[in-house]
């Protein structure tokens, strides 16, 4: 199996896991609370838990929780996060591909060596 597809593997569960949970929040179903249905999601990553899939899972709790993780980024360079740009970067989808795309090179850069 090539890296490529590897990476096409965990981005596309990245992806089905976001939209299940996402689907599953907005329609309330359940009545579960979004952390619940984070905490499902998490838990179908611990099934394969390695150093590729939690890089994986770092990159679905920031496109689970935008505003978090767009706050802890401004925190970290001593920024003030202004709700509007938030806001805005979230609603588009390049910003979750590039988080995405992000994780799949952090995941090629790790098994560089192991090739």
Known sequence: MTLKIKGQEIMDKIKEIALAVWIDAITCSDNKTFEQYWEA??????????AENSIALEALEKIAYPIKYLREEA????????????????????????????ALNKIAQQNEGKV
């Open 41 to 50: 999601a998490e838990s179908q990553f611990k099934v394969f838990e390695t």
């Open 75 to 102: 925190d970290k360079t001593g920024c003030i996060l202004n709700g509007y740009i938030a806001n805005q970067l979230t609603q588009e989808s390049s910003f979750y591909q590039d988080i995405a795309h992000d």
